[in-house]
């Protein structure tokens, strides 16, 4: 396949700068995700990873500012944007979420009664002001096709965290206040970069206020939709946090915790293709952005479903370093099928919905699986009373949203997806029932041979796909 889209180096470059910061993101997962369960208790492991949860969704207080402008401004060169108004905006934002912070500091000091819950509430406040700041500021460089700036603020911020984690643990520190503490300073050393380097956006003569004030809610309407799009997405997942925090405790909550993180392995690297592909499909031509369509959704049936092999040694692993979270490995079964589903989902299909500005059908069909995860959460839960449900619950609810989605898009691409569909559904459900009810030996070796069988029945597609990657990397 020829992607005609002019830029083919300049995105590999790009694509290269997003791996890396990835590849390190990657590594500061693995070692906070195996080597920090290793020296702190379970307790204090789940108020860690409670921060983490709660910090994932300060997102949402920017009320669709910065998704407004990565929207608006997707495709446009850095030196052709309108710095002065840019920068009129970044400052009003600092004004906003200054007070936002201020607000939730100020609810956790005098309404928090648990001292560990307090201190993380307000942790997540000051890390929503340096966030959100410091998103705006990568959201323009990602929009302008500045990814190498963007994701050497992300190596920055994952790096410096890396290390200080790294010298914690020569010293075993075991007091999970410090690594909150770290990585908040982590986020304002990525911000101070950012601000730095988008100096020329940031330090501007102000316009009027009226045309800040005009602008700073256009680009508020046309993002919202994507934000709260963006939070549901996120709370159908969520939810079942929410809950099993609620209903199981901390510790619960913290092994809960583990075996999403264990998930989220697998999508670190392909989510960053999405980054990359944004900006270069809002250029395309309608015949190439069908083109990648087809390849990349050939390329992630065949890559995503090969991940259910990488359980078992992971599993043996994991239980040999952390015997104490064995229920977190078993968990791990049921929610490796989400690397699956919502791996598509996070790297093709919400990227053409950005593409074709669908958000409000993307919104819708977020929203839509929000009600039936948090339906079969509560019901896993409170009837149920099974963790094992809530995960079940969840899972459902990602595939039935992916399969929504992708369907969508596909009748946009004028292209077939149900046998995509019923094949990879095969692939998760065997996996499951394999290794959920058999010795994980003979589940992976059943599963294995599934998945030879499906190479060999779609060899044609393989090669193919296989080729055309060749040529993509050779551009």
């Known amino acids: 396949m020829q992607i005609s889209i002019n830029k083919n180096k300049r995105v590999l470059n790009d694509l290269f700068y997003a791996f890396s910061a990835q590849g390190i993101s990657l590594l500061l997962s693995i070692t906070?995700?195996?080597?920090?369960?290793?020296?702190?208790n379970v307790e204090q492991f789940g108020y860690w990873q409670l921060f983490l949860f709660y910090a994932g969704y300060v997102g949402f207080f920017h009320f669709g500012l910065n998704d407004g402008i990565y929207l608006r401004y997707g495709g446009i060169e850095y030196n052709q944007l309108n710095r002065p108004l840019l920068g009129a905006q970044f400052w009003l934002s600092f004004f906003v979420q200054l007070m936002i912070s201020l607000a939730i500091i100020l609810y956790a000091w005098f309404n928090v009664v648990n001292e560990n819950r307090e201190f993380v509430i307000i942790c997540t406040g000051i890390f929503l002001f340096t966030s959100n700041l410091n998103n705006?500021?990568?959201?323009?460089?990602?929009?302008?096709?500045?990814?190498?700036?963007?994701?050497?603020?992300?190596?920055?911020?994952?790096?410096?965290?890396?290390?200080?984690?790294?010298?914690?643990?020569?010293?075993?520190?075991?007091?999970?206040?410090?690594?909150i503490l770290l990585f908040l300073f982590s986020g304002i050393v990525s911000l101070i970069y950012s601000v730095v380097i988008g100096h020329r956006i940031i330090f501007?003569?102000?316009?009027?206020?009226?045309?800040?004030?005009?602008?700073?809610?256009?680009?508020?309407?046309?993002?919202?939709?994507?934000?709260?799009?963006?939070?549901?997405?996120?709370?159908?997942?969520?939810?079942?946090?929410?809950?099993?925090?609620?209903?199981?405790?901390?510790?619960?909550?913290?092994?809960?915790?583990?075996?999403?993180?264990?998930?989220?392995?697998?999508l670190l690297f392909i989510s960053q293709v999405s980054m990359v592909l944004f900006p270069a499909l809002r250029q395309a031509s309608v015949q190439t952005q069908?083109?990648?369509?087809?390849?990349?959704?050939?390329?992630?049936s065949i890559f995503l479903s090969s991940i259910f092999l990488f359980y078992v040694p992971l599993n043996y692993l994991v239980?040999?370093?952390?015997?104490?979270?064995?229920?977190?490995?078993?968990?791990?079964?049921?929610?490796?099928?989400?690397?699956?589903?919502?791996?598509?989902?996070?790297?093709?299909?919400?990227?053409?919905?950005?593409?074709f500005r669908k958000e409000k059908q993307?919104?819708?069909?977020?929203?839509?699986?929000?009600?039936?995860?948090?339906?079969?959460?509560?019901?896993?839960?409170?009837?149920?009373?099974?963790?094992?449900?809530?995960?079940?619950?969840?899972?459902?609810?990602?595939a039935?949203?992916?399969?929504?989605?992708?369907?969508?898009?596909?009748?946009?691409m004028q292209a077939k997806i149900t046998k995509y569909w019923i094949v990879e559904s095969v692939l998760v459900i065997v996996f499951v029932l394999t290794t959920w009810f058999l010795d994980p030996l003979i589940g992976f070796t059943s599963y294995l041979g599934i998945y030879l069988v499906y190479l060999f029945l779609h060899k044609e597609t393989v090669e193919k796909t296989f080729v055309q990657f060749k040529t993509i990397i050779n551009i």
Request: aromatic letters at 14%.
């Open 290 to 300: 069908r083109q990648v369509y087809l390849f990349s959704r050939d390329f992630l």
């Open 400 to 412: 039935v949203r992916g399969f929504i989605a992708e369907h969508y898009v596909a009748k946009l």
């Open 32 to 40: 906070m995700s195996l080597l920090v369960p290793k020296l702190l």
């Open 362 to 398: 993307l919104l819708l069909i977020n929203a839509v699986s929000l009600l039936i995860s948090t339906i079969l959460c509560l019901i896993g839960a409170y009837m149920l009373h099974k963790v094992e449900a809530v995960i079940v619950a969840m899972v459902v609810s990602v």
């Open 136 to 179: 705006y500021i990568g959201w323009i460089f990602q929009a302008s096709n500045l990814v190498r700036k963007y994701s050497l603020s992300v190596i920055i911020q994952r790096f410096s965290f890396l290390i200080s984690v790294l010298i914690l643990l020569l010293y075993r520190n075991n007091n999970y206040h410090i690594y």
């Open 204 to 266: 501007v003569k102000l316009i009027a206020f009226k045309t800040t004030i005009s602008e700073f809610f256009a680009n508020m309407a046309v993002g919202i939709k994507l934000t709260i799009s963006n939070i549901a997405s996120m709370l159908i997942l969520g939810v079942g946090q929410f809950v099993v925090d609620r209903v199981w405790g901390i510790e619960t909550f913290g092994k809960y915790s583990l075996s999403i993180s264990l998930t989220m392995f697998f």
């Open 319 to 355: 239980g040999l370093w952390l015997p104490q979270y064995q229920e977190s490995l078993r968990y791990l079964i049921l929610f490796l099928p989400l690397a699956a589903f919502d791996g598509k989902m996070q790297v093709l299909t919400i990227t053409y919905l950005k593409v």
